[in-house]
């Protein structure tokens, strides 16, 4: 398993940790996004007494050479956020001292606890046989993880903070001066979602067995009598809207189905598997069947939330083909032999090489600044937003 993490260099205090297979650009861009969100959940999930509220919008990020930095699609995200990218020297690790130091603790201070673990090199390992030895799933590491970091380095006294630990030092920082706001839902979808292609309707856009529709979006596409497939941007942990380009910009459409909102895909995913499992296609549209379906929905994506970890699948352009393979514009194909690996988190580790999109199946994203929407009201399910260009 490759660890990705993001630390705050003022107060030490690490904003994002996501665990996967292999180390490509999604990866990190998945925890540059991580890093200006919340994190309760997550914290909650793994049990931690200490809460894991550090966020905000970033100024400034300072990376490697490794390949996943290097493509355009990290780079590209990270501009769209506002965020300038620093490309430190290679083979100078020094230069990215406290994200480096803090990777050391978490070999001492957390791995180092457990049997079966690889050391950092073969020759350090030896003869020793992790494989023989191993005690921990992905999903127990990812707990111990989440508990060392939340409630015992942010916790602990630091010495490059003169004694003080990094929570408390948020906290000082951030009634002194706050903390700059995370980009808006909106905002996040636009610089961070992930883009696909689809037809535009009379009846909408559908994605996903989900049907987006708005007044504007239909009145666009009158007045330019669209009949090409439209890039669309959508937020795997919210499928309440998509972003559509159109000729005037990217607008802002919600799903028409209210009780989308908040939905992750995860979640809807399992929802309709089961329900077709056990129902069919035919009978899975009646109305008391889809109303039931909806109200089970809900719970699971608060399932979905509560077992939340930095393990969760990091959604790439190879797990959505494999996801497309049970999806159609009209129906969900019930797999008979459905073992929960939908998503594809089980991919093999030479799915592709990191840093480039067409080998490793990544997700890019080619929205720059000066066209991104206007944001408007995240609660307002009727504003519309778009970008006139020149």
């Given amino acids: 398993m ?16 996501q665990l996967a297979r292999t180390a490509t650009t ?18 909650m999930a793994s049990g931690c007494d200490t809460p894991w509220d550090m966020a905000g919008r970033i100024q400034m990020v300072r990376v490697d050479n490794g390949s996943a930095y290097l493509a355009d699609a990290f780079s590209t995200s990270a501009i769209n956020a506002g965020i300038a990218v620093d490309y430190t020297v290679a083979g100078a690790p020094h230069l990215r001292g406290s994200i480096e130091r803090v990777f050391n603790s978490f070999h001492t201070g957390a791995i180092s606890l457990f049997e ?14 992790a494989e023989a ?9 990812s707990e111990a993880l989440v508990r060392w970091v939340v409630d015992i380095y942010h916790n602990t006294p630091h010495g490059g903070l003169g004694g003080r630990s990094p929570r408390e030092v948020w906290l000082e920082l951030k009634n002194k001066v706050g903390v700059p706001l995370s980009p808006r839902k909106d905002e996040m979808r636009a610089c961070f979602g992930i883009t696909v292609e689809r037809d535009l309707r009379s009846e909408g856009i559908q994605l996903y067995c989900n049907k987006y529709q708005s007044t504007e979006l ?30 005037k910009g990217w607008l802002k ?8 909102h908040g939905i992750p895909l995860e979640a809807h995913v399992e929802n309709r598997q089961r329900m077709l499992a056990r129902y069919g296609e035919e009978a899975a549209r009646s109305a008391p069947i889809v109303k039931k379906a909806l109200a089970d929905l809900r719970r699971l994506a608060d399932e979905s939330r ?18 497309e393979a049970h999806f159609s514009d009209d129906r969900v194909r019930v797999d ?8 594809g988190l089980d991919e093999p580790e030479d799915a592709g090489v990191a840093g480039d999109p067409e080998a490793a199946g990544e997700t890019t994203v080619s929205l720059v600044r000066d066209s991104m929407p206007f944001l408007g009201d995240d609660d307002d399910d009727d504003d519309f937003e778009y970008v006139l260009e020149d």
Avoid: W
């Fill in 2 to 17: 490759q660890l990705s993490a993001a630390i705050d260099v003022r107060t030490k205090c690490i904003l994002a940790m």
């Fill in 26 to 43: 999604d990866l990190a861009i998945a925890t540059l996004k991580m890093a200006m969100t919340d994190k309760g959940d997550i914290a």
């Fill in 116 to 129: 079966g673990r690889t050391f950092t090199n073969v020759v350090d390992r030896g003869e020793y046989p």
């Fill in 133 to 141: 030895r191993a005690t921990l799933t992905i999903d127990k590491l």
């Fill in 218 to 247: 239909q009145r666009i596409r009158r007045e330019f009598r669209l009949r090409k497939k439209l890039r669309v941007r959508f937020d795997p942990d919210d499928l309440g809207h998509i972003s559509v380009e159109t000729p």
């Fill in 253 to 260: 459409v919600p799903c028409t189905t209210p009780e989308m």
């Fill in 306 to 323: 509560a077992r939340r970890g930095i393990a969760s699948p990091v959604f790439t352009a190879t797990n959505l083909a494999h996801l």
């Fill in 336 to 343: 008979e032999a459905f073992d929960g690996d939908i998503l």
